[in-house]
């Protein structure tokens, strides 16, 4: 299972970037998909979840102004950021819960972060 993330860059204080993450290979479904976030010297901390259904939430911080969707699927999930603020900064990871062929067990996938760098 791949997980590629995309979007992330450099962006002034009120802009908004939007992150996108794909998911592929051996998957029988998709429970749901979500982003964290790491800044420096911080701990990864969660920022928004969406599950089958579309239902969505959102950590405190960034509700109202981040909004995550997803393909019909749930193969895809985006990240829209607006209003961003200097302590948005971070890498920003995309993380998967699926099932894999064959199974009912539900695995767990992180894809690589993609630097949000706000800034004036």
């Known amino acids: 299972v791949q997980l590629q993330a995309s979007g992330g860059g450099l962006v002034q204080p009120g802009g908004s970037l939007r992150l996108s993450c794909a998911a592929s290979?051996?998957?029988?479904?998709?429970?749901?998909m979500g982003w964290y976030r790491q800044g420096a010297g911080k701990q990864r901390e969660w920022v928004a979840r969406?599950?089958?259904?579309?239902?969505?939430t959102y950590e405190a911080s960034v509700e109202g102004r981040f909004t995550i969707s997803s393909d019909s699927a749930l193969n895809t999930v985006y990240l829209q950021m607006n209003s961003l603020k200097v302590e948005d900064t971070a890498v920003y990871y995309c993380?998967?819960?699926?099932?894999?062929?064959?199974?009912?067990?539900?695995?767990?996938?992180w894809g690589q972060g993609t630097q949000v760098t706000v800034s004036s």
């Open positions: 993380n998967v819960d699926l099932i894999p062929p064959g199974t009912t067990n539900i695995m767990n996938y």
């Open positions: 290979g051996s998957i029988s479904a998709i429970v749901g």
């Open positions: 969406i599950i089958r259904g579309g239902i969505d």
